[in-house]
């Protein structure tokens, strides 16, 4: 259980295109959901928390105008990088957690989305 | 500032062999810590947890020891099997919405 699905895996396009990441939750709820960025050989570096049906809350750093997150259900969240360039080329990955059952939920992951940037 | 401190960027073990794979924080407040087993090109899969109100957890071949004096964790393998090599990272939360901080990971390469 709690198996969460990225989408796409891959995208490689253009600078200045925009690019959206879709993050569902395929077997329960996910009441808030993680995007992270991770570089090659890096941490995983938490960049936004996103609460199901309110405002996401960023990370110090991370412009919440370059990375747009709307979590309209329990079960989708997308990220949006808005007119991409060159160096926001990494592995984002998502992850959703089940609150508000139990105290001290794990964050269950998808398997990440590679951007390239050209 | 790293707040959570995975020393060993590597580790090399038997097949049958214990792993032990070290973690270390500097912030008091983290009162839940997680493992997470990552291959390439995929998102972490959770593996076990230790709440700080607790020294030790067991799930089949993983144990997760905590010292909240010395602020140490770690992740004891045994035994090891070629596909536990992988990379390893520890996790720590305050409890604030769960959100977690990710130590630098683990490389376990368990040999035949």
Known sequence: GAVVSQHPSWVICKSGTSVKIECRSLDFQATTMFWYRQFPKQSLMLMATSNEGSKATYEQGVEKDKFLINHASLTLSTLTVTSAHPEDSSFYICSGSKLGTLLNQPQHFGDGTRLSIL | ?112
């Not at chain 2, 073990?13 to 973690?23: A, F, K, T, Y």
């Open chain 2, 1 to 112: 500032d790293q707040q959570v401190k995975q020393n060993s960027p590597s580790l090399s073990v038997q097949e049958g062999r214990i792993s032990i794979l070290n973690c270390d924080y500097t912030n008091s407040m983290f009162d839940y810590f997680l493992w997470y087993k990552k291959y390439p090109a995929e998102g972490p899969t959770f593996l076990i947890s230790i709440s700080s109100i607790k020294d030790k957890n067991e799930d089949g071949r993983f144990t997760v020891f905590l010292n909240k004096s010395a602020k140490h964790l770690s992740l004891h393998i045994v035994p090891s099997q070629p596909g536990d090599s992988a990379v390893y990272f520890c996790a720590a939360s305050d409890g604030t919405a769960s959100k977690l901080t990710f130590g630098t990971g683990t490389r376990l390469q368990v040999t035949l």
